[in-house]
């Protein structure tokens, strides 16, 4: 873990609005000179803090007006590797993310589609057929509020 000192913690959320600003650019909204926050950069990357930058899509906009949570349980851990299902869950395109979690679920996965019926024909033609799936649970995305966190 890392030490983060107050200048550290401004940087941070000054990247986590906009990861493409330069380091001359956020050296003059926190009053840093450009050297000394590519150092601070440079440090918080190399210490794991920060990773690649990512670009925020937007999902309506491309064409992809509804979001899926799915909660997962494989119905029998004894017959796949958790591995194999990882690897076929994640060569569908339209699943976003896969959170391997603790407690009713075995997986959530955020899944993005054009609608609802685009949505269901991805659902049961690769969701529902991948190895060892069991019970799911779909929760449809209303609105979202994107919080920065505690830094």
């Known amino acids: 873990m890392i030490e983060l000192d107050e200048t550290d913690r401004r940087l941070v959320r000054a990247v986590m609005t906009d990861a493409g600003q330069s380091a001359g650019a956020l050296g003059r909204a926190l009053g840093l000179s450009q050297p000394a926050t ?16 990512r670009l925020d899509l937007d999902h309506a906009a491309l064409g992809f007006g509804v979001t899926v949570f799915l909660g997962l349980k494989l119905a029998t851990k004894g017959r796949v590797s958790l591995e194999d299902f990882e690897r076929a869950v994640t060569a569908i395109p339209e699943v976003q993310t896969v959170e391997h979690v603790l407690g009713l679920y075995d997986y959530r996965l955020r899944v993005v589609a054009r609608d609802i019926a685009d949505f269901e024909r991805v659902l049961r033609r690769r969701i529902m057929t991948l190895p060892g799936v069991g019970n ?6 209303l609105s979202e509020e994107r919080r920065p966190g505690p830094i």
Do not use: H, I, Y
């Open 38 to 53: 590519w150092r601070r950069l440079k440090r918080l990357r190399d210490a794991g803090a920060l990773r690649a930058p």
């Open 136 to 141: 799911v649970e779909a929760n449809v995305l």
